[in-house]
């Protein structure tokens, strides 16, 4: 009898997670409830397709090697009530615009993916918050309850997930649409809102810039007899925290003619830096899956336990597999990256690298909101870069928490934003993200960053 390939790794199945320890999970009380709706989840068509996240895969271990650079990005936590047309489309334009201020500044191509259509679960720091002597369910994003501190609703529902995917479906159907339908004139600069530009020192820079891109592009239309968009399908992918694991399982599915299993609710899952451990549920779920996985990585966790993940998720080293995507801080990236990846690459591991400025850089200002400055964002990525390369290493991408509204959380930027500017425009209800000219601008930052090295 000829061997029987085997299509998934040792002891795994969709459900072996649930003999591990699942933190982060809320307590259903119907669990009956929750059992319909899983199995409806599980039947309804998925959000994506085997061959775009193998497709996603490749183009990682094209990143992986130096040829492409990766651009995600997204709000921290979707809402459901802003599954909306323009803010979808606001993202999604200021995402295609930075992707291409990095594809003429980098000289690469540029993998999009976006961090949402199903962004909508978060890991929290208590199960519970305490008011007035009252104790109640934390809120854990909108696919699993909402922010309101009542018993109703905090109370765990398992119909927002079938809400939840309903909204992620809209999102991507608009999503694929738009970029479908010409959205990508948006390439042209002409069409890009630069009036912050005046404001920075970088201005004559940037202006130059912006120009060469819109005069790149003419030169190739007029060359080619084509528009941009003719000849350049834009391809986009999506991503969000794989952290309600009966969800994610319920969304794994095998499909015709390709071995193993498949999370079609998203092409790039990855694991929160609180899901990480390596015993845990999520990094079981995670090991047997086909899709590309990303984990972060914080500056508490050992070396040792980083190999070890690297180990359990890309046992074959597989390129394009695995991303780390590490979240130090400004202050700390110095004393904790080396090591690290001088770690990895010695113990042959071949991974993507990326760098989430956004996690290890938030602080409270004095008014009490969470923010976060543009300058550590913009120093941790620069000095990520470095470091990077003065280990014989390579930054492979940025992760990001942006959004294409003009909202006031994150302080400094072309406009300087200060903590008395925060409350004009704070609309998040979880981290502070990148408005749509602190985006732009980061873009046009990293590429000054890596011109001049
Ligand atoms: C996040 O990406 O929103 C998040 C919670 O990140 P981390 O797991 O790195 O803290
Ligand atoms: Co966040």
Redesign the pocket.
């Known amino acids: 009898m000829p061997a029987v390939t085997p299509d998934s790794p040792s002891g795994w199945t969709p459900d072996s997670w649930q003999s591990r320890a699942a933190v982060q999970q809320p307590a259903y009380p119907d669990a009956a409830a929750l059992r319909q709706v899983l199995d409806q989840l599980a039947h309804l068509p998925p959000l994506v397709t085997s061959w775009e996240v193998n497709h996603l895969r490749e183009q990682l271990a094209e990143a992986q090697a130096g040829r492409q650079f990766v651009l995600q990005g997204g709000d921290?936590?979707e809402s459901f009530a802003d599954c909306e047309s323009a803010i979808i489309a606001n993202r999604l334009k200021v995402l295609l615009q930075m992707s291409l201020v990095l594809v003429h500044g980098l000289r690469r191509k540029v993998v999009r993916i976006g961090r949402f259509a199903g962004q909508y679960a978060?890991?929290r720091s208590a199960d519970t918050e305490t008011k007035h002597g009252v104790t109640l369910p934390c809120y854990r994003g909108d696919l699993v309850n909402a922010p309101e501190f009542t018993v109703a609703a905090r109370t765990p529902d398992p119909h927002r997930l079938l809400e939840g995917h309903k909204r992620s479906a809209l999102t991507m159907n608009f999503t694929r649409g738009l970029i479908d339908g010409g959205f990508a004139d948006l390439h042209h600069p002409e069409y890009w809102n630069l009036d912050w530009v005046q404001h920075v020192p970088h201005a004559n820079e940037y202006r130059e810039r912006v120009e060469a891109i819109g005069e790149s592009l003419r030169f190739f239309e007029t060359l080619a007899g084509q528009t941009i968009s003719d000849f350049n399908r834009v391809e986009f992918f999506t991503s969000h925290?794989a952290l309600l694991l009966c969800a994610e399982a319920a969304q794994t599915r095998r499909v015709p003619r390709q071995p193993g299993w498949y999370n079609l609710s998203t092409h790039f899952p990855w694991i929160?830096?609180?899901t990480a451990a390596v015993d845990g549920a999520h990094v079981e779920y995670c090991r047997g899956i086909r899709n590309p996985i990303g984990v972060?990585i914080?500056p508490s966790m050992s070396t040792e336990w980083v190999l070890q993940l690297c180990r359990i998720l890309n046992p074959d080293n597989e390129p394009g597999r695995l991303t780390l995507?590490h979240?130090m801080g400004a202050g700390k990236v110095t004393q904790h990256l080396p090591g690290l990846v001088d770690a990895v690459r010695g113990a042959g591991h071949r991974v993507l690298w990326m760098c989430?400025p956004?996690?290890g850089n938030t602080q409270t200002a004095g008014n009490g909101l969470k923010t976060r400055a543009f300058s550590d964002i913009l120093s941790e990525i620069e000095q990520s870069f470095a470091i990077h390369a003065d280990c014989g290493s390579r930054l492979g991408g940025v992760?990001l928490?942006l959004t294409g509204e003009d909202v006031t959380e994150c302080i400094g930027g072309a406009r300087d934003l200060s903590e008395d500017d925060l409350r004009r425009a704070y609309r998040s209800a979880?981290?502070p993200r990148l408005n749509y000219e602190q985006a732009l601008e980061l873009a046009l930052r990293i590429v000054s960053i890596r011109g001049a090295a």
């Open positions: 921290c936590a978060k890991p925290e929160g830096m609180r972060k914080s995507i979240r989430d956004m996690h992760h928490e979880v981290d």
